[in-house]
């Protein structure tokens, strides 16, 4: 186990470009690194991304693995698994973290499967233990409800998704020096079972999960027509729009928007919470908020609980004028050649 | 078609109440269900199996109690079901998980597909599927929302094409069956059990399987099989300090726009 060294993250890129959670996992690693005095890499898989990989040097990493290929293009869990279990029996990391999105949450749990190893979902802290290096991994359970810590004590590499937008992605710094090293594999490497016939990307870009701020519409909304005032407020505060399961279930939202249990978890800076009532399966969703403003007119509505500013009101009377409020502000900061 | 369904039992939610004076969860004596999740997974097989004939089989590792998530899928309509039930496989994380539930797969024959809900609503990983998949060595299609087309073959060969959800749209995907798929919400609506379907899946027969049917040493099972050690649990309290706002709405929104400004969110 002594011979497993090293911390690993694994970047995300969409045609061609880093995602910013890449940044935001080499700002947990670094410190992770640090505290081992261990050097930091990033996982780099994609097609036409040499280009970008310095990036990830100036964000934090001192060294990137580069495995550039056209099969790597779009993700596809074959070549991509391929790549990371060679590379790990290579280079044998003690610690890899990658990121909870669908591909995140896809690999690493093949990945662990295939090498025989534990693996850590959603982690809100990550920390390593002084006495013994482990790696200790908190994360919620049941709703966000109970927290339990985790370790991996027996088992290499110890591995860990973390959540998109849980911490501030890391600054970018060009004076930052370290090396990329491309990996070339054989074929078969690159082999997959799977036939990637198309993409439909989504007319309307929900990211309810990227999103900073995150205006979310509950039945007390009252009708669909109502929301105009939900997409425009989210517009103005250049956020995205969330729902409860109540009006996904009607149909008023479809359920991408869905923030909760059985939708999406989301930690924006701000959280605002229009005529939900609580429900602890969509608080298990929304409460790693950093911000949170609720509107409802029932004061002993739940939602309150969670919320650090709790307005008791109608919505009908209450958005319009927020959003025309908001209109104001915004072209009075124009005027000033904003 | 063969289809085999991954159903879950767990806590159900709805009963769960937070302690207003803490703030913390309680509980005690909450009641288990079948995993939500699991339900549109259920929903697909019977799907397929109405469209392309076969069998269905929901298997569940949990305690005996466990045999109540089954009976529910009986009750839709599956058509049997399967307990991997021993106390050998007490404190399984998901690798341990995986391990025991891809063995009974494996022991119960031959399968063109695999189902899983996306994640369980108790430990939320959304791993258990993948593993089994990987353990497996078959295809793993995850965030399935819709399944296009199935072209079964005799003997479990053929092939399927599905469509899946990620954060930047829809995936077509074509693979070789056997796979497994996990399915997300958007998938379908899950019917209810008829009553018919209740009386049946009353008096149905559930198989019980344990760790000694399917050959698994000691060491891959329960906690002693299980790669990650959970060190410590704690209850985060819910609360948070609460500014009221009992004014009329001009004056409510004005405080909304400072609260933003406070924080620089304008
Ligand atoms: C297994 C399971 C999983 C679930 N998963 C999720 C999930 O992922 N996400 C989720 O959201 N839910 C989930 N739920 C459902 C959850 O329990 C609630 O039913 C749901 O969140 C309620 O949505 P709501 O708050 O919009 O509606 P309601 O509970 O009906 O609340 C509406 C609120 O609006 C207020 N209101 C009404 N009119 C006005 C007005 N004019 N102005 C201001 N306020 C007004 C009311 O006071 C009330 O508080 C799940 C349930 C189960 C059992
Ligand atoms: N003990 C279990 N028995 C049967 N299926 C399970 C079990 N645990 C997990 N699964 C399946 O794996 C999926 C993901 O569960 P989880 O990884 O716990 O979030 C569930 O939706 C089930 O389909």
């Known amino acids: 186990m002594e011979s497993y060294k090293g911390v690993w993250i694994i970047a995300e890129q969409w045609e061609g470009a880093l995602k910013p959670v890449s940044f935001e996992l080499l700002a947990r690693a670094r410190g992770l690194a640090d505290k081992l005095g261990e050097p930091l890499s990033a996982v780099l898989l994609g097609y036409n991304v040499r280009r970008v990989a310095r990036e990830l040097i100036y964000h934090g990493a001192d060294r990137v693995y580069l495995v550039d290929h056209p099969s790597l293009a779009q993700f596809d869990p074959d070549p991509c698994a391929n790549c990371l279990e060679r590379l790990v029996r290579e280079e044998r990391p003690s610690i890899i973290v990658a990121a909870a999105t669908t591909s995140g949450r896809t690999l690493m749990p093949i990945l662990a499967a295939r090498l025989h190893t534990g693996l850590t979902a959603d982690c809100t802290e990550l920390d390593i233990e002084e006495e013994t290096g482990l790696l200790l991994q908190t994360r919620p359970a049941i709703g966000g409800n109970v927290m339990a810590t985790i370790k991996t004590p027996c088992h290499r590499p110890q591995l860990a998704t973390v959540r998109p937008r849980s911490c501030r992605p890391s600054p970018r710094d060009t004076s930052r020096n370290g090396e990329v090293v491309a990996k070339r594999y054989p074929d078969e490497v690159f082999a997959s079972r799977f036939k990637l016939l198309g993409f439909r990307k989504l007319e309307e870009k929900v990211g309810v999960e990227e999103a900073d701020v995150v205006v979310a519409a509950g039945k007390g909304i009252g ?38 249990l059985s939708g999406k978890t989301v930690s924006p800076r701000l959280y605002i919470a229009c005529g939900i009532s609580g429900a602890i399966q969509h608080l298990a969703g929304m409460r790693g908020s950093e911000l949170v403003i609720a509107i409802n007119k029932d004061p002993r509505a739940q939602i309150f609980k969670v919320a650090d500013l709790g307005v008791v009101g109608d919505l009908a009377e209450i958005l319009p004028r927020l959003v025309q409020r908001l209109r104001e502000f915004r072209s009075d900061a124009g005027g000033e050649g904003a | 078609m063969r289809i085999v369904v991954l159903v879950k039992y767990v806590p159900d939610t709805d009963e769960i109440k937070i302690d207003p004076a803490t703030g913390t969860m309680v509980r005690e004596g909450i009641p288990g269900i079948i995993n939500p999740l699991d339900l549109y997974a259920v929903e697909e097989a019977l799907r397929l199996r109405e469209d392309y004939g076969g069998e269905t089989l929901a298997l569940s590792m949990g305690p005996l109690a466990a045999e109540g998530a089954l009976r529910e899928t009986l009750s839709m309509g599956v058509d049997r079901a399967v307990l991997l039930t021993d106390r050998r496989f007490a404190g399984s994380d998901t690798w341990a998980t995986a391990r025991a539930l891809s063995m009974a797969v494996r022991h119960l024959g031959d399968f063109d597909l695999v189902l899983c809900g996306e994640r369980a609503t108790d430990g939320e990983t959304g791993q258990v599927g993948p593993e089994v998949g990987a353990m497996l060595g078959i295809p793993v299609v995850t965030y399935v929302s819709r399944i296009e087309e199935v072209c079964p073959v005799e003997g ?39 009553f018919r379907g209740k009386l049946a899946a009353r008096r ?3 198989q019980h399987l344990t760790a000694d049917d399917l050959g698994l040493p000691s060491g891959e099972t329960g906690l002693q099989g ?12 819910l609360a948070r300090d609460t500014e009221m706002v009992y004014e009329p709405p001009e004056r409510a929104v004005e405080r909304i726009l400072a609260f933003l400004e406070e924080h620089s969110l304008t």
């Open chain 2, 204 to 206: 149905a027969e559930i």
């Open chain 1, 223 to 260: 009708s669909p027509s109502n929301l105009n005032w939900v997409y425009e407020l989210a517009a103005l505060l250049g956020g995205a729009v969330g729902a409860s399961r109540a009006v996904v279930d009607l149909g008023w939202l479809p359920y991408p928007h869905q923030v909760g």
């Open chain 2, 156 to 194: 479990g060969a053929g092939q399927i094409r599905c469509e899946r959800l990620t954060e930047e749209g829809y995936q077509l995907v074509e693979t070789a069956l056997p796979a497994l798929l996990t399915v997300v919400k958007e998938i379908n609506e899950p019917r209810l059990p008829t």
């Open chain 2, 226 to 237: 299980s790669p990650t050690r959970v060190v410590k649990v704690f209850y985060p309290s």
